[in-house]
């Protein structure tokens, strides 16, 4: 397959929004692109919009954990294999449905994931940054934002 050059023109991109993302499995997906002459991949998550079609108000703590397996899937891949991580925010799940989850609703979202991805976790901390960054007084990660 490295023979055919597609690896020096293409960066796969591998797609996971789950919360409890298989990074064994995730891993040997990345080991499996190196042996076929990749030497870059992306990963890709979600801060909102992957929880359900008709969901309103974004549960940041589903995201959260996607992102903290994602940094677990690049700590266990060789270090120089990672591209970068596109954080996704889905609006919608075709064009025919309603919209879900509007971008004002999962700012906190984007910002604690932001904030895990660039610190490599999360912590109390860090969630007092988020809080400060965003001006609230009480960021909830379990449940939905009041």
Partial sequence: FSESGVPQLVQP????YAADL?????????????RCGFSKV?????????????????LIGHHLKNHLQWLKVASNSPADV????????WQRYDHFSVLCELLPVAIPSLAVCL?????????????????KLLGMSNLETETFMR
Wanted: no cysteine.
């Fill in 13 to 16: 991109m591998i797609w996971d």
């Fill in 115 to 131: 904030q895990a991805l660039k610190n490599g976790g999360y912590s109390e901390k860090i969630k007092e940054n988020v809080e």
């Fill in 82 to 89: 990672l591209e970068g991580i596109a954080l996704t925010g």
């Fill in 22 to 34: 298989d990074v064994e499995g995730k891993v040997h997906l990345v080991e499996k692109y190196r």
């Fill in 42 to 58: 992306w990963f890709a998550s979600a801060f909102k919009g992957a929880t359900g079609v008709n969901q309103s108000l974004t």
